[in-house]
């Protein structure tokens, strides 16, 4: 019987500083920054991110399974915040820093996402924040997640085409898209 063990801790510790060093260096640089430059600021050798990353699109998808993650645990956050309109305004933030900070390589982890990929969970959060949120008079009754779903593409959109470190333009964008989605207008 061939049971897979499960990776040493130190593997793991590795792994997580392989990503974050990968991140890093694909804010700055893109997909195409080098495996080599990716272990130089991890202070691992190439071989340990070969040893757990089959190459350059391994690591791209395991970048894009964090960030499902951490969109999912901010959506839950929002959800938790008992103001749904500080909640909603935390998570819109959120999207927007998210984005700014993967502008270099955002594409390529979208293109690892398809559509059932997104979790689940955070769609659901989205639509139940969307419902708090008008229930309790702080989005206009006629607003629904699919609204916020677009004003999140919407700030995707900002964000790539603002120059890097520009955040007044997709800020600003949030701003008088929620002032529309408000209750009153």
């Known amino acids: 019987m061939n049971r897979a063990r499960a990776p040493r801790r130190d593997a793991l510790r590795n792994d997580e500083i392989v990503l974050r060093a990968a991140r890093e260096v694909f804010a700055a640089q893109g997909p195409q920054a080098s495996m ?12 340990t991110i070969y040893r757990r990353f089959a190459g350059k699109e391994a690591l791209l998808d395991a970048i894009a399974r964090v960030f499902v993650e951490e969109v999912d645990e901010a959506a839950a ?21 998210f984005n700014a900070e993967k502008r270099r390589y955002a594409a390529a982890l979208t293109e690892r996402l398809s559509g059932d990929e997104v979790s689940e969970r955070t769609v659901n959060s989205l639509r139940e924040l969307t419902r708090k949120a008008v229930g309790a008079g702080v989005l206009a009754a006629d607003v629904t997640g699919d609204d916020l779903k677009a004003l999140i593409v919407g700030i995707r959109a900002v964000v790539a085409s603002s120059p890097d470190g520009d955040d007044t333009r997709w800020r600003r964008f949030v701003r008088i898209h929620l002032a529309g989605l408000r209750a009153g207008h």
């Not at 990716?38 to 071989?47: E, S």
């Not at 956050?77 to 820093?97: M, N, Q, T």
């Open 77 to 97: 956050a929002a959800l938790a915040d008992p103001d749904p309109g500080a909640g909603l305004e935390r998570f819109l933030e959120f999207i927007g820093v």
């Open 36 to 47: 080599e430059t990716i272990a130089a600021r991890a202070g691992v050798g190439v071989g």
